[in-house]
């Protein structure tokens, strides 16, 4: 079993910045991949972003590449999502999620955290 806690969610004016963390306990993995994704209201959950544990590799949504940055430490099982420039639009519920194959496939993702609120301010 998979745990995954997101800290770092909060209230910021448009054009700041927050750095989310999402740490993994229980059943780790050494490979695999970890996700942000995130949900506003009245929408469906969106992916943003991506992170292979071995190499470290990146992959990000359109909607956030060159806004956002995703990053991993692995001696910690946290993962990162630091995001600059916000906008109102970003304003959601983001999640971590891990999965054990490298995809922007919610579906693919069967461990998930809670979720922690972002809110950006106009």
């Known amino acids: 079993q998979v745990q995954l806690v997101e800290s770092g969610g909060g209230l910021v004016q448009a054009g700041g910045s927050l750095r989310l963390s999402c740490a993994a306990s229980?059943?780790?993995?050494?490979?695999?991949?970890m996700g942000w994704f995130r949900q506003a209201p009245g929408k469906e959950r969106e992916f943003l972003a991506r992170v292979s544990w071995s190499a470290g590799s990146t992959y990000y949504a359109n909607s956030v590449k060159g806004r956002f940055t995703i990053s991993r430490d692995n001696a910690k099982n946290t993962v990162y999502l630091q995001m600059n420039s916000l906008k109102p639009e970003d304003t959601a519920v983001y999640y971590c999620a891990a999965s054990t194959i490298t995809s922007n496939i919610e579906t693919m993702y069967p461990y998930w955290g809670q979720g922690t609120q972002v809110t950006v301010s106009s």
């Open positions: 229980g059943r780790t993995f050494s490979t695999g991949t």
